[in-house]
């Protein structure tokens, strides 16, 4: 399960969140090689004498300055280019859900299956059970498979929401007449939280998301008792 309150990142639950972990380590080594050149060359330029302040030019110099930075933004570029593409790829999905974001909740529809549909609410502090996130838990989960790609299609019925789950990786906005796609593979059963990262009115912190991933099986059965009921 996915900590909400702990410091930093949240476990990746997809590969796509993985992805993301290991590109923000490999920049954050990047920008700490340079900060510390940087606070180097500030203090020996500060604490010592053997410096040339009558230099005006040194073709050395700017040449290094202009190509060594080039090749560190190249550096940064292409993993990030590449994880973008890997953030819009979708191919053949396994299941589709659409997530229609409101004021002040979220409702589901499971497209394969035209009769699932249902609505989620924040379940209000009162009524928590034990164990259970404050502002975090919803009345009814949006349930997906794991280890199968997910599509969703997300949008909104007034104003601009965000779909947004960090240990996914993903936050697509909810735009009224639009509708945005993405896509995730969760490989491990677990619940993940999430919650609209729109400024959307005055219940914007009202308004979580659940994600519960269970077993093939398992969600074969929870999908023949939603069509039942």
């Not at 570029?77 to 979708?90: F, K």
């Not at 997530?99 to 529809?109: L, M, R």
């Not at 007034?158 to 947004?164: C, F, R």
Request: glycine share 4%; with cysteine; net charge negative.
């Amino acid at each position: 399960m996915a900590r909400p309150s702990q410091l930093g990142f949240q476990d990746a639950a997809s590969p796509v969140m993985e992805e993301l972990l290991n590109f923000h380590d490999y920049a954050m080594v990047i920008v700490f090689l340079i900060s510390t050149l940087v606070l180097y060359i500030i203090v020996v330029t500060a604490s010592t004498k053997l410096t040339d302040k009558k230099l005006t030019q040194s073709q050395g110099a700017e040449m290094m300055w202009t190509v060594a930075p080039a090749i560190l933004l190249i550096m940064v570029a292409l993993p990030s280019l590449r994880i973008l593409y890997i953030m819009d790829e979708i191919n053949n999905p396994h299941l589709t859900v659409k997530a229609v974001g409101h004021q002040w909740f979220w409702s589901y529809e499971y497209s394969d299956h035209e009769s699932i549909e249902f609505e989620s609410y924040m379940i209000p502090t009162n009524d928590l059970s034990e164990g259970q996130y404050r502002l975090l838990e919803a009345d009814n989960r949006m349930v997906v498979p794991t280890k199968a790609q997910v599509r969703m299609l997300i949008t909104s019925d007034d104003v601009i929401h965000a779909w947004a789950v960090p240990a996914l990786g993903l936050k697509v906005d909810a735009v009224p007449g639009r509708l945005n796609q993405t896509a995730f593979i969760i490989g491990r059963p677990g619940v993940f939280y999430g919650q609209c990262s729109e400024i959307c009115g005055a219940n914007h912190s009202f308004m979580p998301i659940v994600v519960e991933t269970i077993d093939t099986e398992d969600f074969v059965f929870w999908i023949s008792t939603m069509l039942e009921s």
